[in-house]
């Protein structure tokens, strides 16, 4: 799990989970800004801006993804498994 950073006038996470970048493993801060989020992984001076509502598209798609994959996979548990086997 990350943790949460809490100064006066911003407050970042850091991610628990490397994100592999140029092939080393880099932790990834996220710091909180009223328009929009700034990310930058660890080692890596380049900050990159990422507006909020463009965090909640991603967010959303990922989840109608999630969730259609969630169906497929209990529709594909509850089918009953058949044998066609030739004696």
Request: charged fraction near 30%; hydrophobic fraction near 35%.
């Amino acid at each position: 799990m990350g943790y949460v950073i809490e100064l006066k006038s911003e407050t970042l996470y850091v991610t628990a989970v490397d994100i592999i970048w140029k092939g080393k493993p880099r932790r990834m801060t996220i710091e909180s800004r009223p328009e929009y989020a700034v990310i930058q992984l660890s080692g890596i001076d380049e900050k990159f801006p990422v507006p909020w509502d463009e965090v909640f598209q991603a967010a959303n798609t990922r989840h109608k993804m999630n969730t259609r994959l969630e169906r497929h996979a209990m529709r594909r548990a509850n089918r009953p498994t058949v044998s066609h086997r030739k004696s």
